[in-house]
């Protein structure tokens, strides 16, 4: 394991670009997620149809595809998107995809009573969002989220193959001068594990937390 | 911002993108065979409450938590360190996928055991069929029925994952249009041909399966 150490900070920097591009696609995918999701419940005939098409084609795509289309697709057009920002919205698509799938179930397992009675006792829809329906749901949709999550972290990965400098990426040149593979790639799957498990982790113990109303 | 179409030439791939599938199929199912097999063991291991329990646990997680892409490196870059370099790209990959979809399918078996309700198990004791005949005849075909639909979604997300083989360079579809799109520039025909192909077939895979779950399923 010697050989890995004086690699470490390469190593740090990509990782840095993994924790970075996995935020940001969190931040956005969830955004998606939560509009798509009230949008495909509640929104106009041509915007449900318009969300349920991009959802399910998304859904069947493979990450590697989408990636590859935008990066390439992109510069067929111009000067295209950079590998960073390709990844970005190639990961961003796909994950808004399963987001608002997880919303949109999520608020179909609120009880119609539920919501019809907010409408009764004369809430706004703002009100109703704000104080019935958001707080049913989060909690609900937290441990799909989770795991939309960890499957963001580790799609990042395939960013390397763009050109991305992430963990990955880092991982491949540091063997290329470095030799030694199965050290390094040890050293990258614990880091990727110890992402991945730390964020279920943290997210059965805020389940455990935010578990205040069964039924 | 012109561009301009230009399928003719794109067309002359298909039976490349043909073959790729093919390819692609074969991994899936090798991969799926493998995996199942690594599952049953696993879930076994679990249920059993022996010693082997925690080293399942840490498969799976371990295996669950790290990109397939790693494990695909790994098993072509790495291995041969270990002087097992006998694996050509093709072999590395099913290797890879394989033990990644083995972690998936411990959970899904382990999670069909333990939906099989404990009266079938007495049942089948208590008219005497051996330990061997109870796995065989009432544990095995009850589990299996159970975890179908989540067979099959394990089923197609492994036929989406063999597009990650492109990065060792196996022809699957994926690799076909990097190709395409290197020899010939047609790049957006080139990538919505491959995502076509992955969305037409995971649709048919998926009607096809369902068809079969439904004329499976356990009356309960």
Same mark, same amino acid.
């Given at each position: 394991?010697?050989?890995?150490?004086?690699?470490?900070?390469?190593?740090?920097?990509?990782?840095?670009?993994?924790?970075?591009?996995?935020?940001?696609?969190?931040?956005?995918?969830?955004?998606?997620?939560?509009?798509?999701?009230?949008?495909?419940?509640?929104?106009?005939?041509?915007?449900?149809?318009?969300?349920?098409?991009?959802?399910?084609?998304?859904?069947?795509? *493979?990450?590697?595809?989408?990636?590859?289309?935008? $990066?390439?697709?992109?510069?067929?057009?111009?000067?295209?998107?950079?590998?960073?920002?390709?990844?970005?919205?190639?990961?961003?698509?796909?994950?808004?995809?399963?987001?608002?799938?997880?919303?949109?179930?999520?608020?179909?397992?609120?009880?119609?009573?539920?919501? +019809?009675?907010? +409408?009764?006792?004369?809430?706004?829809?703002?009100?109703?969002?704000?104080?019935?329906?958001?707080?049913?749901?989060?909690?609900?949709?937290?441990? *799909?989220?989770?795991?939309?999550?960890?499957?963001?972290?580790?799609?990042?990965?395939?960013? %390397?193959?763009?050109?991305?400098?992430?963990?990955? $990426?880092?991982?491949?040149?540091?063997?290329?001068?470095?030799?030694?593979?199965?050290?390094? $790639?040890?050293?990258?799957?614990?880091?990727?594990?110890?992402?991945?498990?730390?964020? %279920?982790?943290?997210?059965?113990?805020?389940?455990?937390? $935010?578990?205040?109303?069964?039924? | 911002?012109?561009? &301009?179409?230009?399928?003719?030439?794109?067309? &002359?791939? @298909?039976?490349?993108?043909? /073959?790729?599938?093919?390819?692609?199929?074969?991994?899936?199912?090798?991969?799926?065979?493998?995996?199942?097999?690594?599952? !049953?063991?696993?879930?076994?291991?679990?249920?059993?409450?022996?010693?082997?329990?925690?080293?399942?646990?840490? #498969?799976?997680?371990?295996?669950?938590?790290?990109?397939?892409?790693?494990?695909?490196?790994?098993? #072509?870059?790495?291995?041969? /360190? @270990?002087?097992?370099?006998?694996?050509?790209?093709?072999?590395?990959?099913?290797?890879?996928?394989?033990?990644?979809?083995?972690?998936?399918?411990?959970?899904?078996?382990?999670?069909?055991?333990?939906?099989?309700?404990?009266?079938?198990?007495?049942?089948?004791?208590?008219?005497?069929?051996?330990?061997? /005949?109870?796995?065989?005849?009432?544990?095995?075909?009850?589990?299996?029925?159970?975890? @179908?639909?989540?067979?099959?979604?394990?089923?197609?997300?492994?036929?989406?994952?063999?597009?990650?083989?492109?990065? !060792?360079?196996?022809?699957?579809?994926?690799?076909?249009?990097?190709?395409?799109? /290197?020899?010939?520039?047609?790049?957006?025909?080139?990538?919505?041909?491959?995502?076509?192909?992955?969305?037409?077939?995971?649709?048919?895979?998926?009607?096809? @399966?369902?068809?079969?779950?439904?004329? !499976?399923?356990?009356?309960?």
């Amino acid at each position: 394991m010697d050989v890995v150490i004086p690699w470490l900070p390469s190593m740090a920097r990509g990782l840095q670009t993994t924790l970075w591009l996995a935020t940001v696609v969190l931040v956005s995918s969830s955004l998606i997620g939560a509009i798509g999701g009230l949008a495909i419940v509640n929104g106009p005939r041509p915007v449900r149809w318009f969300l349920r098409g991009y959802v399910d084609i998304v859904r069947g795509i *493979p990450i590697l595809v989408l990636l590859f289309t935008v $990066y390439f697709g992109s510069s067929a057009f111009g000067s295209g998107l950079d590998q960073g920002q390709a990844a970005i919205v190639a990961l961003s698509i796909f994950a808004g995809a399963h987001m608002t799938e997880i919303v949109r179930g999520g608020i179909g397992s609120l009880p119609r009573a539920t919501v +019809e009675a907010a +409408e009764v006792i004369g809430l706004t829809s703002v009100q109703r969002l704000r104080l019935v329906v958001a707080p049913l749901v989060l909690p609900r949709i937290l441990p *799909p989220w989770v795991n939309t999550a960890v499957e963001i972290v580790k799609a990042t990965s395939l960013a %390397s193959l763009i050109g991305v400098i992430d963990l990955l $990426y880092a991982t491949n040149s540091a063997i290329g001068t470095a030799k030694h593979p199965i050290a390094f $790639y040890l050293t990258a799957a614990a880091i990727y594990f110890v992402i991945g498990a730390g964020l %279920s982790r943290a997210g059965a113990l805020a389940e455990r937390h $935010y578990r205040y109303h069964e039924y | 911002m012109g561009y &301009t179409f230009n399928w003719t030439i794109v067309f &002359t791939y @298909l039976p490349q993108f043909a /073959q790729g599938l093919l390819l692609g199929l074969g991994i899936t199912f090798l991969s799926l065979a493998i995996g199942s097999l690594i599952g !049953l063991g696993g879930a076994a291991i679990s249920q059993a409450a022996g010693p082997g329990r925690p080293v399942v646990r840490g #498969y799976v997680e371990v295996m669950r938590n790290v990109p397939i892409l790693l494990w695909a490196y790994f098993a #072509y870059y790495g291995l041969p /360190q @270990l002087g097992i370099g006998f694996l050509d790209n093709n072999w590395s990959f099913i290797l890879a996928l394989s033990l990644y979809a083995g972690a998936y399918l411990t959970e899904v078996f382990r999670a069909g055991l333990a939906a099989i309700p404990r009266r079938y198990g007495e049942a089948a004791m208590s008219i005497g069929l051996r330990r061997h /005949q109870r796995i065989g005849l009432v544990t095995l075909p009850l589990m299996f029925r159970i975890v @179908l639909p989540s067979l099959s979604n394990t089923f197609i997300g492994l036929f989406k994952d063999t597009s990650v083989a492109a990065a !060792l360079a196996v022809p699957e579809v994926t690799f076909v249009a990097q190709k395409v799109n /290197q020899d010939t520039f047609r790049v957006i025909e080139a990538w919505s041909i491959a995502a076509l192909i992955y969305l037409v077939v995971g649709y048919v895979l998926a009607i096809g @399966l369902r068809r079969v779950e439904r004329r !499976l399923q356990v009356v309960r």
